[in-house]
C-alpha cells in the first residue's frame, strides 16, 4: 500500500479492465458482482492486501440489507478523486454507514473523509448515537468529531449559563425580526440548564449564578412595581405592555427559582408590595380595564399562596395572615367579575380557569389550617358574614377549625381536672 496509483485512471465496475470479482451477499442470499481492479484495492485498504493475491481473483462480501447500499457506496468511493471525495457524501446517515464499512476493511482514506464529512455537518440525537458508536474504536484520527461532543469546560459552561440568565431577564426591546423568541429560548435553555433529572445534578447552581438570578429579580420586580404605579398617572399601550412583560417574566422566574432555592426571594417581596398591587388594579381607573392585568396578578399570586400554603416557603405568622387578609378579598371579589364578563361576552378571555382556581383554593385552605388559632376563627368569621359565599370554598378549613377547636378545649378541661385532682395549678390562666 506504499505505492501511490491514480484510482480515476480505472472505472468502477468495469468488467473490461478489471483483474478480479467481488462477489456480494446479502443476508438474503442475493449475489451481485463488481468487477474490480486489485491494484486499487491494495493501494487503500489492508484488508484487501492482505487478502488478494495471483491465485485469488474472487472475493466474497457477506453484508446485511442494511449496509449493502453501504458497501456500493464505498466501493464506488474507492475510484473517486481525492478531492471530489469530501463533496461525495450524499447524508449523515450514508456517511456513518461508508464508515462503518470503511473501518472494517481498514480504508483509511475514506475513514479519514467521512470523518472530516460529519466532523463538519449537523446531527440530530439519534445520528449522535450512531457516530459515537461507529468512531469509538478510531482512536486519535476521530478526535475532531469528539471534540465536538466532549463535556465542556464548567467555566465556560457557567459564563454561557449566566450570559443566558442576563438575557432572559433583560428589559430591552425584542430584537428584530425575533420578536420575543429569542428570549423566550434563552429561558427554556436556562431551565433545562438547571433542570435536575435521573443522570445529572443541577449544573452550575453556585453561588454566582444564584446572584445573578437574584440581580434579574430584583431588576424586573422593581420595573413592574414602577411601571405599575404609572398606569394611574397616565396610562399607555407601551406602559401596559412592560407591566405585562414584567408579570410574564416574573411568571417564569417562579418555575426556575425553586430548582436554586431561591423562591423565597420572590414570595418575601409579592408579599411586601401586595397592598400596593392590590390598591393599583382596585383603583378606579382600572375598574373596568386591563383585565389581562388582573388575571395575571392572580396568576403569581396563587404561586406564592402555595409556596406558603405547602410549606415550601415559610414565612412568620403576622406575614402569612397580612398575605391571607391582604389577598383573600381581592380574589372572592375578581372571580364572579370574570365569570360575569364571560357569560356577558362570549369573546372575553380574561378568565379564571378551573386548574387556577382549585390551586388557590386548596392552596389558601392549607394556609388557614397552619395559622394560629385565632387568626384562622378571624379570617373564617369574616368569609361567613359574606353574602353568596361561592368562591373560594373554605368549608373543608371550617370543618377542619371546627373540630381542632373542640378537641383543644377538651384537652383543656382535661388539663384542668387533672390539675385539680392532683391539688396543682395549671400552668395557664382561665379568662
Not at 378551573?354 to 378571624?378: R, T
Not at 368569609?383 to 361561592?390: A, F, I, N, S, T
Amino acid at each position: 500500500m506504499e505505492k501511490t496509483i491514480d484510482a480515476t485512471h480505472y472505472k468502477f465496475n468495469d468488467s473490461t479492465t478489471s483483474d478480479m470479482t467481488l462477489r456480494l451477499t446479502n443476508k438474503e442470499g442475493q449475489l451481485e458482482l463488481l468487477h474490480s481492479h486489485s491494484i486499487v484495492l491494495k493501494n487503500v485498504s489492508k484488508f484487501f492486501e492482505e487478502q488478494i493475491s495471483s491465485q485469488s481473483l474472487e472475493i466474497d462480501i457477506h453484508c446485511s440489507d442494511v449496509d449493502y447500499d453501504h458497501h456500493m457506496e464505498f466501493f464506488k468511493s474507492l475510484y473517486l478523486p481525492d478531492d471530489s471525495l469530501l463533496d461525495s457524501w450524499a447524508c449523515v446517515r450514508s456517511a456513518i454507514g461508508v464508515l462503518q464499512v470503511a473501518t472494517a476493511y481498514s480504508c483509511e482514506k475514506i475513514i479519514s473523509s467521512c470523518i472530516h464529512y460529519l466532523e463538519a455537518v449537523p446531527w440530530d440525537d439519534k445520528e449522535e448515537d450512531e457516530i459515537l458508536k461507529a468512531v469509538s474504536k478510531l482512536g486519535p484520527i476521530a478526535m475532531p468529531i469528539l471534540a465536538r461532543i466532549q463535556p465542556v469546560d464548567l467555566n465556560a459552561t457557567k459564563g454561557v449559563l449566566i450570559s443566558a440568565i442576563r438575557f432572559a431577564t433583560s428589559l430591552n426591546e425584542p430584537c428584530a425580526p425575533f420578536g420575543s423568541e429569542l428570549k423566550t429560548s434563552a429561558q427554556e435553555q436556562i431551565e433545562y440548564m438547571l433542570n435536575e433529572d435521573e443522570e445529572t445534578p443541577i449544573v452550575m447552581a453556585d453561588n454566582e449564578v444564584k446572584s445573578e438570578i437574584r440581580t434579574g429579580l430584583s431588576k424586573i420586580s422593581s420595573t413592574f412595581e414602577n411601571e405599575l404605579s404609572l398606569l394611574l398617572v397616565e396610562p399607555n399601550i407601551e406602559q401596559n405592555t412592560i407591566v405585562m412583560q414584567s408579570l410574564s417574566d416574573l411568571e417564569w422566574l417562579c418555575g426556575l427559582l425553586p430548582k436554586v432555592d431561591l423562591m423565597k426571594d420572590f414570595v418575601s417581596n409579592w408579599a411586601e408590595i401586595s397592598d400596593f398591587i392590590v390598591r393599583t388594579v382596585e383603583d378606579l381607573k382600572l375598574d373596568d380595564s386591563m383585565w389581562g392585568l388582573k388575571v395575571k396578578v392572580m396568576e403569581l399570586t396563587a404561586r406564592v399562596l402555595e409556596a406558603v400554603g405547602y410549606g415550601n416557603v415559610i414565612l412568620s405568622p403576622n406575614t402569612r395572615v397580612h398575605l391571607l387578609k391582604t389577598w383573600l378579598p381581592y380574589i372572592r371579589k375578581m372571580k364572579p367579575l370574570l365569570d360575569l364578563k364571560s357569560n356577558e361576552d362570549s369573546n372575553f378571555d380574561h378568565k379564571m380557569d378551573e386548574d387556577l382556581c382549585q390551586g388557590i383554593e386548596g392552596a389558601i385552605v392549607s394556609l388557614i389550617l397552619a395559622l394560629p388559632s385565632d387568626d384562622q376563627a378571624d379570617i373564617l368569621e369574616e368569609w361567613m358574614r359574606e353574602e353568596h359565599v361561592r368562591y373560594p370554598d373554605l368549608s373543608e378549613a371550617f370543618e377542619i377549625w371546627c373540630y381542632r377547636t373542640k378537641s383543644a378545649n377538651r384537652r383543656l378541661v382535661e388539663g384542668f381536672e387533672k390539675g385539680e385532682n392532683c391539688n396543682s395549678t395549671l400552668p395557664f390562666t382561665l379568662n
